[in-house]
């Protein structure tokens, strides 16, 4: 059993939608971080939390929206998405920003039509 | 800014053999940490395995076990006695913390192992 929850495993969303991807950990971890993965490409960091508190923006674009309530919880706002950001997005906590080992959720599957 | 280069997109082993995966990196910075996360078809990254780069000793963890290179700047992971649930993605990560939290990961390498 994962300590990072993601839901939903899998979503499927037209580009004119608007989704939420859910994040959630029980490790009393402070940092939280979204990374995309796409095939063939190594994964990208995408948004970092540290303490609720953004702390890096790896100039992904506006249609994602990240947000962090609290240490535990992370989501990612997603609208007016691309073909091209299909992808498996995942989510990461660790003890502190830094060095410490990152956890990793199953990771949402994201198709766009 | 750190790369890190898997040049192996694909291997395999046979079970209860021995196998290397291959990872080089670079960066600028004296003060780093290198990862090997694994990934199996369940999608979830699990670490495998942590270096310090101030630690001279390799790092083990039960049957893996890492080939730290500073000089050559060569980080490859053994996997003795593979079995079935290795097969996997492999991926080298590297953190440096110069001015930024971000984890660098290689493309991964994916480790099948034939029964």
């Known amino acids: 059993e994962t300590g990072v929850t993601q839901t939903p495993r899998h979503l499927v969303m037209g580009m004119t939608n608007k989704k939420s991807l859910k994040c959630e950990q029980h490790?009393?971890?402070?940092?939280m971080y979204w990374y995309k993965q796409s095939a063939k490409k190594p994964l990208e960091l995408m948004f970092v939390?540290?303490?609720?508190?953004?702390?890096e923006n790896n100039s992904v674009p506006s249609r994602f929206s990240p947000e962090c309530p609290n240490s535990s919880h992370l989501f990612l706002h997603l609208h007016t998405l691309q073909p091209e950001d299909s992808a498996l997005y995942l989510c990461?906590?660790?003890?502190?920003?830094?060095?410490?080992?990152?956890?990793f959720g199953d990771g949402t599957r994201l198709s766009i039509l | 800014a750190q790369t890190v280069t898997q040049s192996q997109p694909e291997m395999s082993v046979q079970e209860a053999e021995t196998v290397t995966l291959s990872c080089t990196y670079d960066?600028?910075?004296?003060?780093?940490?290198l990862f090997w996360y694994k990934q199996p078809p369940s999608r979830q990254m699990i670490l495998v395995i942590r270096?310090?780069?101030?630690?001279?000793q390799n790092a083990t963890e039960n049957r893996f076990s890492v080939n730290f290179q500073k000089a050559a700047k060569s980080f490859s992971l053994k996997i003795s006695d593979s079995q079935l649930g290795d097969a996997a993605m492999y991926f080298c990560?590297?953190?440096?913390?110069?001015?930024?939290?971000?984890?660098?990961f290689g493309k991964g390498t994916k480790l099948s192992v034939i029964p």
């Open positions: 990560a590297a953190y440096s913390g110069a001015g930024s939290y971000q984890l660098t």
């Open positions: 270096q310090e780069a101030y630690k001279q």
């Open positions: 490790l009393g971890h402070n940092a």
């Open positions: 960066t600028s910075e004296s003060d780093y940490y």
């Open positions: 990461a906590s660790s003890q502190v920003l830094g060095n410490q080992p990152q956890h």
């Open positions: 939390y540290n303490f609720k508190e953004q702390t």
